[in-house]
């Protein structure tokens, strides 16, 4: 499973180009050690079996991080104090297009679900499967956090 955590705040990120770059493969390696140990959960819900190649782990990393560049909490939501995890499904063909997009988990707070659902929509389409993904979709689950501070 995907996460996301998105926590307002008046502040830019303090992180630097390279300290972002270090999470990501500390991500990346994260993603990598559960690919192995035959965890489905991460990637989809109709493959067998996880796929454990660096191609399979780049492309669901791709993903992640172009869904989380269209992930905006909605102002009003934040000034209203709404909090709350959305889980969203969206199905992926080979070809990157997105075939689904809908909630799987919803937070309570039909805005909060609607800027998870955008998020994914505006990200797409994606791009098409590595060549050692040998399905014609994947369906993937992505927790969304919103935190108010």
Not at 30 to 42: E, H, I, P
Not at 99 to 104: E, G, H, N
Not at 119 to 128: E, L, M
Request: one cysteine or more.
């Amino acid at each position: 499973m995907i996460e996301f955590t998105k926590r307002h705040s008046r502040f830019k990120s303090s992180l630097s180009f390279q300290s972002r770059h270090a999470f990501l493969l500390i991500g990346l390696f994260v993603v990598g050690l559960l690919c192995l140990r035959g965890s489905t959960s991460v990637f989809a819900e109709e493959l067998d079996s996880a796929d454990p190649s660096p191609w399979a782990v780049a492309y669901f990393s791709r993903i992640q991080m172009d869904v989380e560049e269209s992930w905006l909490y909605p102002k009003s939501a934040i000034e209203r104090k709404e909090a709350g995890q959305v889980t969203v499904r969206l199905v992926i063909s080979k070809e990157g297009g997105l075939l689904a997009v809908s909630i799987a988990e919803s937070s309570s707070f039909p805005e909060l679900d609607e800027a998870a659902k955008d998020a994914v929509s505006k990200a797409a389409p994606f791009d098409p499967f590595p060549p050692s993904l040998k399905k014609d979709f994947v369906a993937i689950k992505m927790n969304f956090s919103y935190l108010p501070e």
